[in-house]
């Protein structure tokens, strides 16, 4: 366990080097989801109560197209000088190659969520300060089941042609259970509705989720990976 301990965060420290070296992901998806935040304040009402309504759709449909810029670069990057080689003959298990991608990745989605909440809760005027916690909880796990599927599927798609166009197409999908719940419980705790007995079953959806794709992913990522 130390040893796949060792080798996943040797991984995920390599790839936030990198990517803090580069910063290509990162800008790109964080321009992208302040460019959408901005323009559907232009096209939603703030002071409205549509808005309330839709809140945490219109958060988490940010959240997600943002994450396929990051993940969509995971497997990508190790494709220059045979990295991607490299790394799978190395002596340790692909699942840690493969879990200290995913922590990176993670936290890179982390950073830019946080920020887009700033940013939404400026400009679309939502007062959440009560629920803050909650809120943070909800897009903590909704995050890591998005940022786990995405990882596995950029690994997938690592060697196609069109691979930014299949990575949504493939994961957007299996994503629809852990959105619909990330959404309707970010939208309830921004109207100021605690987490309880009517919106408890989806939480443990989303926790559910992601126990089983983590589970899933680490399963047959050799299969992905190594064939």
């Given at each position: 366990m130390k040893t796949f301990l060792r080798a996943a965060a040797a991984v995920a420290s390599k790839d936030l080097r990198s990517e803090l070296r580069t910063k290509e992901a990162f800008n790109a998806s964080f321009a992208f989801s302040m460019v959408i935040l901005v323009l559907f304040s232009f096209a939603f009402d703030p002071s409205s109560e549509e808005l309330s309504t839709i809140s945490g759709g219109?958060?988490?449909?940010?959240?997600?197209?943002?994450?396929?810029?990051?993940?969509?670069?995971?497997?990508?990057?190790?494709?220059?000088?045979?990295?991607?080689?490299?790394?799978?003959?190395?002596?340790?298990?692909?699942?840690?190659?493969?879990?200290?991608?995913?922590?990176?990745?993670?936290?890179?989605?982390?950073?830019?969520?946080?920020?887009?909440?700033?940013?939404?809760?400026?400009?679309?005027?939502?007062?959440?300060?009560?629920?803050?916690?909650?809120?943070?909880?909800?897009?903590?796990?909704?995050?890591?089941?998005?940022?786990?599927?995405?990882?596995?599927?950029?690994?997938?798609?690592?060697?196609?042609?069109?691979?930014?166009?299949?990575?949504?197409?493939?994961?957007?999908?299996?994503?629809i259970p852990a959105l619909m719940a990330a959404m309707t419980l970010t939208s309830d705790l921004m109207n100021g509705t605690p987490l309880g007995a009517g919106n408890m079953i989806w939480l443990r959806v989303l926790a559910g989720f992601d126990f089983i794709y983590t589970i899933l992913a680490m399963v047959f990522i050799d299969i992905v990976l190594v064939g």
């Open positions: 219109l958060l988490w449909l940010v959240f997600s197209f943002a994450g396929a810029l990051v993940l969509n670069r995971s497997f990508a990057r190790e494709l220059q000088n045979d990295c991607l080689d490299a790394l799978m003959s190395a002596p340790v298990p692909v699942a840690a190659v493969f879990f200290g991608k995913t922590l990176a990745n993670y936290f890179l989605l982390m950073i830019v969520e946080i920020a887009a909440l700033a940013v939404f809760a400026v400009l679309y005027n939502t007062h959440f300060s009560a629920q803050f916690w909650p809120v943070v909880l909800v897009m903590l796990l909704g995050t890591w089941g998005m940022t786990v599927i995405g990882t596995m599927f950029s690994a997938l798609t690592v060697n196609l042609r069109m691979r930014e166009m299949m990575l949504p197409t493939l994961v957007y999908p299996l994503l």
